[in-house]
């Protein structure tokens, strides 16, 4: 399912960087602009289809590690709330956040953590006629933190809530309204919570009646003095970055991606192959350089470890950009010198906020 994961990544990746160039484009013609917004929802819903069977292979695997934090849980769940907007607003629903007037704090992994509200509530307006209210709670029980996500949805009937949170399950009332998932959000929900030393339970009176879940963490014991809300695995850089070479074998992607950059005002070329983006990266003195990982003739890795030899590579900003999103190949490629691995296809902004100057939106 990973190499599934990442051979699906590399047609994504043009297909993404074509449909960011649509939206630097004015069309006057209402259709195109309907069939760009089409394309743009499909390849998002893709998107997240290739991200969930990596995440299969992961928990199949055991390979899901948590990078715990002191959070204050009012900052987190508003962050994750506003990543969800889009899909509650596509739906006309109302989404109501009722926060804690006294600060709770939990030891978590925060990109884990946003990842399970965020499938909550997503799962809430998917399964929520259009229109229909969604509300996010939280509490403190005893020594626990509690999260609930309740709706007026669809439902749950009895004999099906003790399957709910097993991996591919989909509810037949609900297989009309699964808008293309696998099944496999609320099964996350679980293991993560459960990682965490937590607990999750779901609740509904019948179908058609709405339902909630509640998912339960242990408070954290470490001083709140020491919470944050979120972490950035994108450290802080000043100067921006105008000079950019993509190696990349893809020639779709490459070009594709450039032409986006250019449009940015950037001065990018491209590179099909590790010696060619070598021999680039020293003669255009590449400021950036943005990395394809399998490349024909030799790695990505070894091509980052050849730019740090030169002067101009040393101090050049190096990402890798490639399908393989494995805990390893992340670690593959920071040894290998690269200062960022992002995962096809690239999320532009994100981009264009590291280049520009290493910052990052707190969601991201």
Same mark, same amino acid.
């Given at each position: 399912?990973?190499?599934? /994961?990442?051979?699906?990544?590399?047609?994504?990746?043009?297909?993404?960087?074509v449909?960011?160039?649509?939206?630097?484009?004015?069309f006057?013609?209402?259709q195109?602009?309907?069939?760009?917004?089409?394309?743009?929802?499909?390849?998002?819903?893709?998107?997240?289809?290739?991200?969930?069977?990596?995440?299969?292979? *992961?928990i199949?695997?055991?390979?899901?590690?948590?990078?715990?934090?002191v959070?204050?849980?009012?900052?987190?769940?508003?962050?994750?709330?506003?990543?969800?907007?889009?899909?509650?607003?596509?739906?006309?629903?109302?989404?109501?956040?009722?926060?804690?007037?006294?600060p709770?704090? #939990?030891?978590?992994?925060?990109?884990?953590?946003?990842? #399970?509200?965020?499938?909550?509530?997503?799962?809430?307006?998917?399964?929520?006629?259009?229109?229909? &209210?969604?509300?996010?709670?939280? *509490?403190?029980?005893?020594?626990?933190a509690?999260?609930?996500?309740?709706d007026?949805?669809?439902? #749950?009937?009895?004999?099906?809530?003790?399957?709910l949170?097993?991996?591919?399950?989909?509810?037949? /009332?609900?297989l009309?309204? =699964?808008?293309?998932?696998?099944? #496999?959000?609320?099964?996350?929900? *679980?293991?993560?919570?459960?990682?965490?030393?937590?607990?999750?339970?779901a609740?509904?009176?019948?179908?058609?009646?709405?339902?909630e879940?509640?998912?339960?963490?242990?408070?954290?014991?470490e001083?709140?003095?020491?919470?944050?809300?979120?972490?950035?695995?994108?450290?802080?850089?000043?100067?921006?970055? *105008?000079?950019?070479?993509?190696?990349?074998?893809?020639?779709?992607?490459?070009?594709?991606?450039?032409?986006?950059?250019?449009?940015?005002? @950037?001065d990018?070329?491209?590179?099909?192959?590790?010696?060619?983006?070598i021999?680039?990266?020293?003669?255009? =003195?590449?400021?950036?350089?943005?990395?394809d990982?399998?490349?024909?003739?030799? !790695?990505g @890795?070894?091509?980052a470890? &050849?730019?740090r030899?030169?002067?101009?590579?040393?101090?050049?900003?190096v990402?890798?950009?490639?399908?393989?999103?494995?805990?390893?190949d992340?670690?593959?490629?920071?040894? +290998?010198?690269?200062?960022?691995?992002? !995962?096809?296809?690239?999320?532009?902004?994100?981009?264009?906020?590291?280049? +520009?100057?290493?910052?990052?939106?707190?969601?991201a």
């Amino acid at each position: 399912m990973a190499t599934l /994961a990442h051979e699906l990544r590399n047609p994504l990746a043009p297909m993404r960087n074509v449909v960011d160039l649509l939206h630097l484009k004015n069309f006057a013609d209402p259709q195109m602009l309907w069939a760009r917004d089409v394309l743009d929802r499909q390849m998002t819903q893709m998107t997240h289809l290739v991200d969930g069977l990596l995440e299969v292979s *992961r928990i199949s695997e055991g390979k899901i590690t948590l990078r715990r934090e002191v959070l204050d849980l009012a900052t987190a769940l508003k962050y994750a709330a506003e990543a969800c907007q889009p899909i509650v607003t596509a739906a006309s629903h109302t989404l109501t956040v009722e926060l804690p007037h006294q600060p709770i704090f #939990i030891n978590a992994d925060p990109t884990r953590f946003s990842q #399970i509200v965020q499938n909550l509530l997503n799962n809430a307006a998917k399964y929520t006629p259009n229109g229909g &209210a969604i509300w996010l709670t939280v *509490r403190r029980e005893d020594e626990q933190a509690v999260i609930s996500v309740r709706d007026n949805g669809i439902g #749950i009937a009895t004999e099906h809530l003790p399957s709910l949170f097993e991996i591919f399950t989909q509810l037949d /009332a609900g297989l009309e309204r =699964s808008q293309g998932g696998l099944g #496999i959000g609320l099964s996350l929900v *679980r293991t993560l919570t459960e990682l965490h030393g937590g607990s999750v339970s779901a609740h509904s009176a019948g179908a058609g009646l709405g339902s909630e879940i509640i998912v339960r963490f242990p408070l954290s014991n470490e001083p709140s003095a020491t919470a944050i809300s979120h972490v950035s695995d994108l450290p802080a850089r000043n100067a921006a970055r *105008r000079r950019v070479l993509i190696v990349d074998d893809n020639e779709d992607a490459a070009e594709s991606l450039a032409m986006l950059l250019q449009a940015e005002g @950037y001065d990018a070329l491209t590179a099909s192959d590790g010696r060619t983006g070598i021999r680039i990266a020293d003669e255009f =003195s590449a400021e950036a350089i943005i990395l394809d990982i399998g490349l024909p003739d030799m !790695t990505g @890795y070894e091509v980052a470890q &050849a730019v740090r030899q030169s002067q101009p590579g040393k101090s050049a900003l190096v990402i890798a950009l490639t399908g393989w999103g494995q805990k390893q190949d992340k670690q593959d490629a920071e040894l +290998a010198g690269c200062d960022f691995h992002f !995962t096809k296809p690239v999320d532009l902004e994100r981009l264009l906020a590291i280049l +520009a100057d290493g910052s990052v939106d707190p969601g991201a």
